[in-house]
Nanobody, 124 residues
Framework: VQLQASGGGLVQAGGSLKFSCRAPGRTVSRNVLGWFRQAPGKEREFVSSIGWSGITDYADAVKGRFTISRDNTKNTVYLQMNRLKPEDTAVYYC???????????????????WGQGTQVTVSS
């Protein structure tokens, strides 16, 4: 399944962006849905995840600025990013987990399906 992500782009520091990511043809209402990012020269890192019940988790770097949500009727996960900083510049990926295990939500290897990656550039 190729997830379809939209959003992202270029924004000034302090601005906002919103991502959406849809899983076409697949019901993901019981899966953990996540967002990861990878900056140039760095490893991919966890950003946020949401369980089927709506329980959420955030990386410390984005806590209080980013909000993850989901619409199970649309098989879609969203990431609202506010008060963006230059250090948020990265390629962002959405993902669907394999085992429906929120306990391993920050582990990228537990995600089975990934979006194509969307660039976010925050200028200072």
């Amino acid at each position: 399944v190729q997830l379809q992500a939209s959003g992202g782009g270029l924004v000034q520091a302090g601005g906002s962006l919103k991502f959406s990511c849809r899983a076409p043809g697949r019901t993901v209402s019981r899966n953990v849905l996540g967002w990861f990012r990878q900056a140039p020269g760095k490893e991919r890192e966890f950003v946020s995840s949401i369980g089927w019940s709506g329980i959420t988790d955030y990386a410390d770097a984005v806590k209080g600025r980013f909000t993850i949500s989901r619409d199970n009727t649309k098989n879609t996960v969203y990431l609202q990013m506010n008060r963006l900083k230059p250090e948020d510049t990265a390629v962002y990926y959405c993902a669907v987990d394999r085992d429906r295990n929120f306990g391993r939500r920050q582990d990228g290897t537990q995600y089975e399906y990934w979006g194509q990656g969307t660039q976010v550039t925050v200028s200072s």
